[in-house]
Structure formats: C-alpha cells, structure tokens
C-alpha cells in the first residue's frame, strides 16, 4: 500500500492516501458495533487500530455486562433501578436523561450481541436463563457474564468474527495522529502512521474516535500498553472540548505483582460479589464501618478505603492488602482468568488471600458528546471510554462499560448515517493537513512516576503543582513523526488537562480524592446549583494548551 519510501519522505509527508464514509478509530467494543451498524446502513467503512483488530482494551474485561433482561431478571430488579445505581455512584454529576436513555438501551444491544453468536454463562446447565452476579455500587444481581470471568474477551471474539465475516477493512497497526479539518473547522479525516513511522491519510466526512482510555498516564493500571489517551488529544487538537478528566477510576483490586509496571491482572469485582473480603496484614476488615455496602462499595470508595489503609501499613505491608475468596467453592471454574494469574505467582486462591492493589482502570470523562456520539465539532464523533455522554459521572458503576460501548456504538454509526443522508457533514476534498511543526513532549517515566505519586487516588494542591513542574522539566519539542511520539504527546497533553482540572476541583467526589479537601462540597452558594456538582470543561488555548472553562451544567441532547 505504501511502497517504498525515504526516510525524509516518511517523516515530511503522506506517503499514501484512502477515503471512507466513516474512519473508525480502535477496534474495541464500541468501535466494532458501530463499524458493524455502519455497513448494515450502506456506509463504507474503515477501522484504524493501533495493534491487532483484537488487541484493544475490551478483551481484558473481566466482570460482565451490567443489564437487566426482560424475564431474566432478580425479583424486584428493574431498568430502573440499574439507572438509579448509576446515578448514584456518579456522586452528582452524571446526566439523568443520558444514563436512563443508555440503560434503557442495554436490553436490546445485549439481545443482538447474543443473536450474532456471543455466548454467555447460564445460569444452570441446559438453563437457557443466563446467571447473575453482582458487583460493587449494584443493588441486585445483574451483571452476566462469559467465560466466568473473560466477559470482554467473548464480546471482542463475537465481534472480530462478525467483523471478519462482513469484511470490514481494518489497518491493523497505525496510530491516528491528527484530523484533518476544512477552513470551516469541520473534520474529514485523519492521518496516520504505521509502526515504522510511514505516514498516511485517510479522508471521510465523519470520523469516529473509539480509542479507549488513559490508563497508561500511570506505573499501575488494568489497561493495555496501547491506552494512551491519543483520541483525547486527537480531539483537543482538532478543537472539540473535553470535560470530567480528573475523574480517572481506580480498580480496587489488580493483582500485585512485585516490582511490575504497566497491565496487571485484573482481579474481577465479582470476586467479591461472590463473598471475598478484604483486611490487611493482621486480619482486619478494610471495608468495616466504611461503606453500607461493605466490600460491595462503588469502586471509588473502595480503592480509597484501601490506599488509605495501606497508608497506615499495619503489619508492615504498605503496597498491597489481601482479598479473601478461600470461601468460594470451584473457584478455578468460576474465576479461570484470575486462577491462572494467580498460579504465575504461587498462589492459590482456595487456600492463599490474593495481594491486590487499586490501579488505573477507566477515564469516568473524555470528549464532550451527546448520546449519539456527535462532539461539538462536525464530522467528529466519539464512543466507548473516551467520550464524556453524562453516564458515568464522577465515578463508573462496575460493568457499565461494555453496556455503553454495545448502545453508543449502534447509535453513533446511526447518527452518521443520518448526518450524511442530510448533508450536514463536510467535503474530505477541501480537507488541509495539520500544518503544526512540533509538540510538547515529557518523559513517559517522569510523567507516569510523577502521575502516580501526585494525581492518582489521594491529591493535594502541592503534589499537583510537583506534577506540573515534573513536565514542564521533561518537555522537549518534537515533531509527531513516530508512533511513540505521538502516544507520549498525548500522555503529556492528556496529563497537563487532568492536573489543572484536579487542582481546580477543591473538594472530594467520586473518583477524584483531594487529601486537603476531604469532603465533597454541595453546598449551593449564590446559584441554585452547586458550584462543584458541575462538569469542568477544557479546551485547547490558540498556543495549544489545556485551559478550563468556567464549571458549567453540560448538557446532553438525546
């Protein structure tokens, strides 16, 4: 496709051109149903991904699909009350119209995924009923699951096979780098680079960002290496606005692993939900007097409960705690995944509590859009962990995320159709390459050692103001010529947007703990709302910095 080429041509310009309806942007849950959907409406599409078509963030996805099923469901338990759920663990700030819109929306994206040949866990053999389990922040058992615990893994296998089979084009290995605009502003298109830094376009009048998280901007996380929040700087750049950043989740429970960085294993919530407990090093219970809901806490709760008590260090041990599932029976069969991490490690959970640890697990914000996927620039769309839609707040109810990527997914594909057929997008002919030279770029291992020590679970004003200084230090200038580049250009903007939302929000709400502000502020000051139960949006500043707009009340349009 590219032919051969110098390396000061691969580093100048293009070196190739495609054209497409819709560029799809990752290869993950969302990105794959709405490239799906797409095609089923006549779109030609093609999906960019920065590893394998089955390398994203989905596979990894332990504990299931949050959804309650018509007839297949706890008694008393309703759409309803998974809607409430969610706005509660969202600490204020989630939109009630986007969460019940996309909840109502689970039922049916969850019939179709099965319809196309995922196969999830009955509840009893020869049972077509499919079991439940719970996790934190739910009230009712709820969550289904694949594989006991490899959820994302059966939904990512479903939909690579859909995709193979409907010949959907994929460019497996190439980075998005920026979008390509018309004077007007409006997107149509990206470039790209491989991995040996050829670059590329790709011109369509409508470009889907569904590139997962950020979990990367930390040592610790759940998240694979590819998750370096280059769609959110894709989007600041290309001058959409982002909002919610500062609210990154921590998982409480990865597995700990001794001297490791990058993805740890992820230790399901439902684990718990199955009986495990928590208590450190001298047998006490990290959850006890916390939280009504014990060891089942939302996951903000409980990740802070844990760094808190690991902070105290009784028995000496001050970077893990332990989860006790030795009470479950068939554990192995239950939790294979989990099971077999473990083993690495010498560990059997029937007999050993497992050290686990928080780490970084889901961006709660990310490119402002309405449930749709429409951003506030036209031709640019974003689904999955890297849109801000108001589902989840401030913090992400356990299991919502392969929920929102199967609704947001069919209906943004929808949302493009329909743009199209009106005329409402703009011409990929009168699309102008980026013309900027260089970026600031930090030291990934400055940037993520500063990120974990200042802004992750626990922050304060001063640990934050270090995190700046740490970049500000490592910056250099560099063009964005190679795919490495490119990922720590957009840890380092994606980071720089995060601490000046953080250090902003001077109170404590859901996942965004202040140590100098313990407390969450709704108080009602000189409005009828408070002045934190707001989003903070971000925008690039004409020299290419993060600057925050005033807290407002982000509106979502169904």
Same mark, same amino acid.
């Given at each position: ?5 110098? =390396? ?29 959907? &797409? ?18 963030? /989905? ?16 008694? $008393? ?10 706005? /509660? ?25 099965? =319809? ?87 011109? =369509? ?17 759940? %998240? ?14 290309? $001058? ?27 230790? /399901? ?6 009986? #495990? ?19 089942? &806490? ?12 690991? =902070?105290? #260090? ?31 490690? $010498? ?36 689904? $999955?962990?890297?849109?801000? /839609?108001?589902?989840?707040?401030? %913090?992400?109810?356990?299991? %919502? ?158």
């Amino acid at each position: 496709m590219t032919g051969p080429v110098t =390396a000061l041509q691969a580093k100048t310009h293009p070196v190739w051109e495609a054209a497409a309806d819709l560029v799809v942007i990752g290869s993950g849950v969302a990105g794959l149903t709405a490239a799906l959907r &797409a095609q089923e409406l006549g779109l030609h599409v093609l999906v960019v991904t920065k590893g394998a078509v089955s390398d994203g963030n /989905t596979r990894w996805a332990q504990g299931g699909i949050a959804v309650v099923l018509e007839g297949e469901h706890e008694q $008393g338990d309703s759409v309803g009350k998974h809607a409430e759920d969610t706005l /509660t663990a969202g600490a204020g700030l989630c939109d009630d119209d986007a969460v019940r819109s996309i909840i109502a929306g689970g039922p049916a994206a969850v019939a179709r995924l099965r =319809a196309a040949g995922a196969r999830f866990d009955p509840a009893a053999a020869g049972r077509t009923e499919l079991a439940r389990t719970r996790e934190g922040g739910h009230s009712a058992f709820r969550v289904i699951h694949a594989g006991g615990d490899a959820t994302g893994a059966e939904v990512e296998r479903t939909l690579v096979a859909k995709a193979g089979d409907r010949r959907i084009p994929v460019l497996e290995h190439h980075i998005a780098v920026d979008a390509i605009r018309t004077p007007a502003g409006e997107v149509v298109g990206v470039t790209v680079l491989d991995h040996d830094g050829v670059p590329g376009v790709v011109r =369509a009048p409508a470009v889907l960002l569904a590139s997962g998280g950020l979990g990367q901007l930390y040592h610790a996380t759940s %998240n694979p290496e590819i998750a370096t929040g280059d769609g959110l700087a894709l989007a600041l750049r290309a $001058g959409a606005q982002v909002a919610d950043v500062e609210f990154v989740q921590f998982h409480p429970t990865v597995l700990f692993t001794p001297g490791a960085r990058g993805r740890l294993p992820l230790v /399901t919530e439902a684990v718990r939900g199955e009986g #495990a407990t928590l208590h450190d090093a001298t047998g006490a219970s990290v959850m006890r007097g916390v939280h009504p809901l014990g060891d089942l &806490a939302p996951r903000d709760v409980v990740s802070a409960a844990i760094t808190r008590r690991m =902070a105290q #260090a009784p028995g000496g041990i001050d970077d893990h705690v332990l989860l006790d599932a030795t009470g479950i029976s068939g554990f192995a069969k239950r939790f294979p995944t989990v099971h077999a991490a473990c083993a690495v490690l $010498g560990i059997d959970p029937a007999k050993d509590p497992i050290p686990v640890t928080p780490a970084a697990h889901f961006a709660c914000g990310g490119v402002v859009t309405t449930v749709d996927g429409r951003s506030g620039v036209l031709g640019l769309y974003a689904a $999955g962990e890297v849109a801000r /839609t108001g589902l989840h707040g401030a %913090n992400r109810l356990a299991s %919502n995320s392969l929920l929102e990527g199967l609704v947001a997914g069919r209906r943004v594909a929808e949302a493009v159709a329909a743009d199209l057929a009106t005329g409402q997008l703009g011409d990929p002919r009168r699309g102008v390459l980026a013309s900027r030279a260089t970026v600031p770029v930090a030291d990934r291992d400055a940037l993520q050692r500063a990120m974990s020590r200042y802004a992750a679970i626990g922050r304060d004003a001063e640990g934050l103001s270090v995190v700046g200084s740490v970049l500000d230090l490592s910056m250099v200038e560099s063009p964005l010529w190679t795919p490495r580049i490119v990922e720590d250009a957009a840890l380092t903007l994606v980071a720089e947007a995060l601490v000046a939302a953080a250090a902003r929000r001077t109170e404590s709400r859901g996942c965004h703990v202040r140590t100098d502000f313990p407390e969450r502020d709704d108080s009602f000051p000189e409005r009828d709302d408070s002045a934190w139960q707001r989003g903070q949006l971000i925008r690039l500043s004409p020299s290419g910095q993060p600057v925050l707009a005033d807290p407002i009340a982000l509106e979502v349009v169904a």
